[in-house]
């Protein structure tokens, strides 16, 4: 795993802490170029690898990257999925049969509705899971996904209601078909913890908010401290800055006192910024990232 990972909040109008930031963002990337723009700069400054959503717009990088083999060749995605909204307006707009053929992969057509409507026939949730990734992983052929992940809403909802066998069904599904390693994001780290544990899930890689005033932080920061001292776990620190409470050094430096840190999953809207995240994680992460020698400035 690359100690440094670039998200995508910013690309589609995500901000904690402001709404009028939020919406500024979300104009300024409303063509993808403006969003290749700023992976071009990632990418060159050595930030390798993108953890995104399956949001319509990521569709679009996707063409772009698999148009231009060459330039991206060493380009990682770590997909998160599934994606609420999508599926929600797709059913607004198309209808629930047009919203599943819209959203089949092409090579499996038929044998992903059979499988579909068996699935919901029989209430069978595991493999309602199967299918979403199957979905899910359509607009990433082709491309290098070497983790994917299931996003915090459904991970917390199925914590929530008990329902942790799913996660034994996405970590063997992801393995077996796609070749990957599973992740899970969520905003419990203590919690999810002992239910993978439980399902027999060893050395997780789980992506939460860590940052050293406990800003959402489910559980307590004490929780997670304790988790991550005493606990087989690969995790990524989202959120280290608390939306911009804490300084970047400060919040950097303590997240490097912390043990089982992998990585550092960040938002940034310019190249400045991301050289100045890149730099503070070399320091005091030893992340060891480098720019590009083609591209970097």
């Not at 990337?29 to 717009?57: K, N, P, W």
Request: hydrophobic share 45%; aromatic share 10%.
């Amino acid at each position: 795993m690359d100690p440094l990972l670039f998200g995508d909040n910013q690309f589609f109008g995500i901000n904690h802490m402001s709404e009028e930031k939020a919406r500024n963002q979300a104009m300024r990337f409303q063509d993808v170029s403006a969003i290749m723009e700023l992976l071009d700069a990632a990418y060159d400054e050595g930030v390798r690898t993108f953890m995104c959503t399956t949001h319509d717009r990521v569709v679009e990088i996707c063409d772009v990257m698999r148009a231009n083999p060459e330039r991206y060749k060493d380009f990682i995605f770590y997909p998160c999925m599934p994606y609420a909204h999508k599926y929600a307006n797709a059913v607004t707009d198309h209808g629930m049969v047009g919203a599943l053929t819209h959203f089949m992969p092409e090579g499996g057509f038929m044998s992903t509705i059979m499988k579909s409507g068996k699935v919901l026939a029989t209430k069978d949730v595991e493999g309602i899971a199967e299918v979403l990734i199957d979905v899910e992983m359509k607009m990433f052929k082709g491309l290098n996904t070497p983790v994917i992940f299931m996003q915090n809403v459904f991970v917390d909802l199925l914590l929530g209601l008990g329902f942790t066998k799913v996660f034994r069904t996405f970590h063997d599904h992801v393995i077996k078909t796609y070749n990957a390693e599973p992740g899970f994001i969520t905003m419990n780290t203590p919690m999810l913890q002992a239910a993978l544990e439980e399902e027999g899930i060893k050395n997780p890689i789980i992506c939460s908010n860590i940052n050293k005033i406990g800003f959402r932080m489910s559980g307590g920061l004490d929780a997670y401290l304790h988790t991550l001292k005493t606990k087989q776990i690969r995790a990524i620190a989202m959120s280290v800055l608390a939306s911009g409470a804490i300084p970047p050094e400060e919040a950097i430096s303590w997240l490097s006192e912390q043990p089982n840190i992998q990585a550092l999953l960040f938002g940034a809207s310019s190249r400045r910024n991301i050289i100045s995240t890149r730099n503070l994680a070399n320091e005091y992460m030893n992340a060891n990232v480098q720019p590009r020698m083609e591209g970097a400035s």
